[in-house]
């Protein structure tokens, strides 16, 4: 079946490093694809999202890529802040806005 | 303007019980999709609904139902809780004019 996963669970960095945080998925026919982010005890908060017709888009410190012939999402994060520990999903869309999401991956900044 | 909300913020139950979610989806906005989050994984889609009627079901039993309201609110509805029901159950609506869905705080489920 459809699936997303991530390559690292865990990820430590040191404020003020980039961050990157990788997603794998499978469905090829996905053509939209989006970052949350989530706090403990708190629902997923929307980052950056990407379209299957673009291979970068850039927010705020965030940036994400999308390869689709190896079928990879990246996140990156600039200029890492304490604020930025959470634990990170990327998510894919099959249809009728379902999303499917991965495992999730947690970001934690020393400072 | 407000966001999804959802309630209750916790709620603790016990095997074999009933319990009903509440959701209330970012305002003016028709669509609701409800996701099971047990601890330590990724959210799995439940249900989706658009102007009342079901527009998709994920790989739940029975025991789980929704229904959306003509305010476009819905509920979550789950019979026979089991130890494995407990998770974060999230509500989730689109913005309205991209597939972006922002999320509500989830309603935190304890069954004992």
């Known amino acids: 079946g459809e699936s997303v996963g991530l390559h690292l669970p865990t990820l430590s960095v040191q404020e003020g490093d980039n961050s990157i945080i990788n997603c794998a998925y499978s469905n090829s026919a996905s053509d939209y694809f989006i970052w949350y982010k989530q706090e403990s005890g708190k629902g997923p908060q929307f980052i950056i999202d990407?379209?299957?017709?673009?291979d970068k888009r850039q927010g705020q410190r965030v940036t994400v890529l999308l390869n689709k012939t190896v079928k990879h999402l990246s996140l990156q994060i600039a200029a890492t802040q304490p604020g930025d520990s959470a634990v990170y999903f990327c998510?894919?869309?099959?249809?009728?806005?379902?999303?499917?999401f991965g495992t999730g991956t947690r970001l934690l900044v020393s400072p | 303007d407000a966001g999804v909300t959802q309630s209750p913020t916790h709620l603790i139950k016990t095997r074999g019980q009933q319990v009903t979610l509440r959701c209330s989806p970012i305002?003016?906005?028709?669509?609701v999709s409800w996701y099971q989050q047990v601890l330590g994984q990724g959210p799995q889609f439940i249900f989706q609904?658009?102007?009342?009627?079901?527009?998709g079901r994920g790989n739940f039993p029975d025991r789980f139902s929704a229904r959306q309201f003509p305010n476009y609110s819905s509920e979550l509805n789950v019979n026979a809780l089991l130890l494995g029901d407990s998770a974060l159950y999230l509500c989730?609506?689109?913005?309205?004019?991209?597939?972006?869905?922002?999320f509500g705080p989830g309603t935190r489920l304890t069954v004992l």
């Open positions: 989730a609506s689109p913005a309205s004019s991209t597939d972006t869905q922002y």
């Open positions: 305002s003016g906005h028709k669509s």
């Open positions: 998510a894919e869309t099959t249809g009728f806005q379902k999303l499917v």
């Open positions: 990407i379209r299957s017709n673009m």
């Open positions: 609904y658009y102007e009342k009627e079901e527009r």
